[in-house]
């Protein structure tokens, strides 16, 4: 699977699913915006609140996946990547995602300790394309 193909099919989707275990160690899994930043398809940034179900279910088990997909009128790509969510609150972090519109969501701004990081970093993957699928480690 050429990596590059991936990369360009997730920055074209607007919206992506990441999946968190719960205390029960049931998947929960939650559409968001697109990451706000990605470094190839190794790290994914997500903004979110410090206080949501999801960061207290990643600070209990990093264990994650992200999920894209896109459904046309003949044809359906999906990409899996699985590996471990970290929680970031530092403000190196939040600075470097943090866009002017959040104001709308985080009234004290960049530095509200609502607002934090979420750090993906992908160690396998499964691609769909064409009633086709592929798996792949990333190095």
């Known amino acids: 699977m050429e990596l590059k193909v ?3 099919f997730i920055d074209k989707q607007k919206v992506s699913f ?3 275990i719960d205390e ?3 998947p929960n899994v939650k559409a968001m915006l697109k990451p706000r ?3 190839g398809i ?4 997500f903004s979110t609140n410090t206080s949501s179900i999801r960061v207290k279910q990643f600070l209990n088990n990093p264990n994650a996946s992200i999920y894209f ?4 009128l003949f044809k359906y790509v999906g990409v899996m ?4 969510m970290e929680v970031l609150t530092d403000q190196k ?7 002017k519109f959040d104001k709308m969501f985080y009234k004290g701004g960049v530095t509200d300790p609502d607002y934090c990081v979420l750090k993906f970093s992908a160690v396998s993957g499964r691609y769909y394309c064409d009633l086709r699928t592929e798996s792949f480690d990333i190095k």
Do not use: A, P, Q, V
Not at 42 to 45: G, I, S
Not at 81 to 84: E, N, R
């Open 93 to 99: 972090s939040k600075n470097m995602i943090w866009k």
């Open 24 to 26: 029960e160690n049931i």
């Open 42 to 45: 190794k790290e994914f940034y």
């Open 69 to 72: 997909y896109h459904k046309g």
């Open 18 to 20: 990441i999946c968190s």
């Open 37 to 39: 930043k990605r470094n």
């Open 6 to 8: 991936i990369e360009k």
């Open 81 to 84: 990547l699985k590996g471990k």
